[in-house]
């Protein structure tokens, strides 16, 4: 049985955040869980999936992050306590959906769970969800450490049910993807019992029909709401104070910054001058707490990543509050003590400290830091991205690019989301030419297809990942057959959503649970729309360059689907498909091609140059067998022998 | 449950590596076993594009009291574990000071740069003197080539996990790494395993 349910009341555990998030819903007994992979939100989902059938859950994958939504709220609307996970992006995704649920109201307990990224850690964006919960009208909570994780989010689903509208608990990467000491509650005994009821009037929340309508009364509902749940996050545990009565200088914070702001009032041992206010419930803002913590100092800084939202909110408080609480002095992001992109850490919060407080910090002795900056400096090297030892995209970019190259009508390629977007960099060929979101390569390629009648002559390729064609890929390859755009979309399906970790989507035959699902067919599906759909083996170089040359000649949209399955998959991983050598009296070196082919342009990291013998050589604790480099080596040096 | 000492409270350890070396795997198994000593534990990592060919590291804060940020503050590492010779030194470069220790296994992985002839890997001898100088006390481990006597690259890992139990600075021990394996790895990866943890604490006791 898995650690997550295991786990008795009252016993201590060490959890990822993300895990710790799984057993807070699991203790609120949650019934139906909904998301779309996406770092560093995807372990939440994964854990519950683990446990659903020994709870009774429905846990799915959705095809993306609004079905999520949709998911997760007919559980609600049939009574079930409900839940949807997604990193930030998600919830731009499902927000033409939640504008409408957010008024509609919900009636089962439904959080839902976006875990932002500050920093773009792993992520093409440092994009907020906090803003959504003020656009959209519904109570914003922040985690500030594991336990809180766990606690929070049964709260926000008793919450949720209280207020009967969605609550958005909020968590970021080093809460999601960091791990703490966790004690657990009492995991429920109940009965999970689904019936939506609609035969009521229109305006009965509990049996009438679920919709926003009528609109403007409905708004108001929802605002009577919020207001219920600032009087609940007047007297929450989830905010806390801790320093003198009457601080030189008020610092207020939430999320994993509570832990930054913490360590660096420690370091600076200023405990006695420093009065740190950490806020769970960080929107609305309950004004009577604001009140009671403002009037303690008149000097604030304000601790939170990217975007000053908290620190807006706390100057419109302070501004209502002005006759009462007096003038405040603000040091935060708009005053420029604090960046205002890339994630937060206690070094910057040090550094806002310093110069507030007029403090010199010093980590370590000047010396030192100067020393082992200087060594590492001159000689440790970088270390760039890369796809990963064989790798079927490193195989397919290096296809689509030499197919480019020799067409010779500066062709190009747009792409969107996964681990190909690293084609943008020289692991691809510097390949990609746009990135954007999800499913935007195929968008865009439709436009370029269209821009013939303005003299353009360059052959436009978009690349999709397999998991990224079903969740919004779909409507722009439909809109670019509809409307006849000349384009070639390659769709690299590596079997499963490989850069978040293998999770199931509607191409696999198998589901979050691991039951057996129907697969979608991306070839039938495409063929059925009227594209023009070939196959072949992205180590199969040859092959798929002569294919992509015969689609180039075709009007209208075509399909190249390349199929291998991703080196880290749990079937390939550990499995070599051959053994690769290097005959070292046929390797030309330097006097080969163009210099080097394999690894000063093909450099995959199983490669190594060996200087003092002048050849190529493989890294036999890195290299996974794929065989690529002995298909491109121009002088047949690289030898690759079937593993029995 | 008797309350464990450590040397230094928060004592902070980074364990430090290249995607794909088994990092993350290492902090959960060090983190649980001091969890279950009663300690605080919090572990901050980075995963996802890091992963790939990236510097990947892990920051354990180790304490008797409350929980710590998920990211080691600069120059406050106590001890860095290093699966790979020049991540040891963009650690310290960062995270070092005078007294830290430095664990480092000595297998080199290269950087694309470096396959590609762009940059130059240095000189493994000059990497040990460096990291002598950075730090109070250091531990230089042939843990990879010994790993792949026992059939897989990967087991570097707990040999450097075996190793930091040797040099005594923080309270776990073999028993300890036994009970935490014996909840999380199948009977019959264990004794591989629990060899490659006794391969560490020698490596260890050979070097010093």
């Known amino acids: ?644 | 449950m008797q309350q464990e000492t450590l040397p230094l409270d928060p004592y902070n350890v980074i364990i430090t590596g290249v995607g794909g070396q088994g990092n993350v795997m290492a902090s959960r198994i060090l983190g649980n076993m001091l969890s279950r000593k009663g300690l605080s534990v919090t572990i901050g990592e980075t995963f996802g594009a890091s992963q790939r060919g990236g510097s990947v590291m892990s920051h354990l804060r180790i304490s008797t009291g409350s929980t710590w940020s998920p990211q080691i503050p600069r120059g406050q590492c106590h001890l860095v574990i290093s699966l790979e010779p020049t991540e040891a030194m963009r650690v310290l470069a960062t995270y070092g000071n005078p007294h830290v220790n430095v664990l480092c296994n000595m297998r080199p992985i290269h950087a694309i740069g470096v396959i590609s002839g762009d940059q130059q890997y240095p000189d493994l001898d000059a990497i040990s003197t460096w990291i002598t100088e950075l730090s109070e006390a250091c531990w230089f481990l042939e843990a990879t080539t010994k790993a792949l006597e026992l059939g897989n690259p990967i087991f570097g890992n707990i040999m450097m996990i075996g190793a930091a139990a040797a040099i005594g600075v923080l309270p776990f021990d073999r028993e300890d790494f036994e009970a935490v394996i014996s909840e999380s790895l199948p009977a019959e990866k264990r004794s591989l395993n629990l060899r490659a943890f006794d391969m560490g604490i020698r490596m260890v006791q050979s070097a010093g």
């Open chain 1, 1 to 644: 049985m898995s650690a997550i349910l295991k786990g008795k009341e009252g016993t201590r555990h060490l959890l990822m955040g993300n895990e710790a998030i799984a057993r807070g819903a699991l203790e609120a007994g949650v019934a139906v869980a909904a998301g779309y992979p996406g770092t560093p939100s995807s372990e939440i989902i994964e854990t519950l999936a683990g446990v659903s059938s020994q709870q009774n859950l429905y846990v799915e994958w959705s095809v993306n992050e609004k079905v999520a939504m949709e998911v997760a709220a007919a559980g609600s609307f049939a009574g079930l306590r409900s839940m949807c996970v997604m990193k930030q992006n998600g919830v731009n995704v499902g927000s033409d959906f939640l504008l409408h649920l957010a008024i509609t109201g919900t009636r089962g307990g439904m959080v839902l769970v976006p875990c932002d990224d500050p920093g773009a850690l792993s992520s093409a964006n440092e994009g907020e969800s906090r803003h959504f919960a003020r656009m959209l009208e519904i109570p914003l909570l922040e985690p500030g450490d594991f336990q809180e994780a766990k606690d929070m989010i049964k709260w926000a689903f008793e919450l949720s049910e209280q207020i009967q509208n969605v609550v958005m608990v909020r968590s970021v990467t080093r809460l999601s993807h960091a791990s703490g000491n966790v004690v657990f509650g009492k995991l429920p005994e109940i009965e999970k019992n689904a019936f939506f009821a609609h035969e009521g009037p229109i305006l009965d929340p509990i049996q009438g029909p679920m919709s926003s309508l009528p609109v403007v009364y409905k708004h108001g509902q929802q605002q009577k709401k919020l207001k219920q749940a600032v009087a609940e996050f007047e007297e929450s545990g989830f905010n806390a104070y801790s320093g003198p009565p009457v601080p030189e200088l008020l610092l207020i914070t939430g999320s994993a910054c509570f832990l930054y702001s913490k360590e660096a009032i420690s370091l600076l041992g200023v405990e006695d001058r420093v009065g740190l206010l950490k806020l769970g419930t960080t929107w609305p803002l309950p004004p009577k707490l604001m009140e009671k913590y403002l009037g303690i100092s008149d000097r604030i800084l304000v601790v939170e990543e990217v975007i000053p939202f908290l620190e807006e909110n706390i100057k419109i408080v302070a501004a209502e509050l002005g006759p009462k609480i007096g003038p405040h002095t603000f040091f935060g992001k708009r005053e420029g003590y604090l960046p205002q992109a890339g994630e937060m850490n206690s070094d910057l919060v040090i550094a806002a400290l310093s110069k507030i407080l007029d403090l010199t910090y010093e980590a370590v002795p000047q010396a030192y830091s100067a020393r082992a900056r200087e060594l590492s400096g001159a000689g440790v090297p970088g270390r760039d991205l890369t796809f990963c030892a064989g790798c079927p995209h490193r195989a397919s970019f290096w296809t689509i690019h030499n197919s480019l190259q020799m067409d010779g009508r500066q062709g190009f390629v747009c792409g969107d989301i996964g681990c190909y977007s690293m084609a943008i960099l020289p692991t691809g060929f510097n390949t990609l030419k746009t990135l954007h979101a999800m499913g935007s390569g195929i968008g865009l390629a439709s436009g370029f297809g269209k821009l013939a009648q303005f003299g353009m002559e360059q052959p436009v390729v978009a690349v999709v990942g397999d998991s990224t064609f079903f969740h919004a890929a779909l409507p722009a390859v439909i809109n670019a057959i509809h409307h006849q755009a000349d384009i070639t979309i390659v769709v690299l399906d590596n079997s499963g959503t490989a850069m978040t970790g293998f999770q199931s989507h509607p191409g696999l035959p198998v589901d979050a649970a691991g039951n057996a699902a129907p697969a979608i067919d991306v070839v039938n599906l495409c063929e059925a729309m009227g594209a023009t759909v070939r196959v072949s083996d992205p180590f199969d170089p040859e092959k798929t360059q002569r294919t992509l040359f015969e689609l180039f000649e075709f009007q209208g949209l075509k399909v190249l689907v390349l199929k291998q399955i991703c080196a880290l998959s749990p079937e390939k991983k550990a499995k070599k498909m051959f053994e690769v050598s290097v005959d070292e009296n046929v390797c030309l070196g330097q006097t080969c091609g163009c210099n080097q082919l394999c690894t000063r342009i093909f450099k995959c990291p199983g490669l190594n140059w060996d200087n003092e013998k002048g050849v190529s050589s493989i890294d036999e604790v890195i290299c996974v067998g794929c065989g690529m480099c002995a298909s491109i080596c121009p002088s047949g040096a690289i030898r690759k022998k079937e593993v029995a």
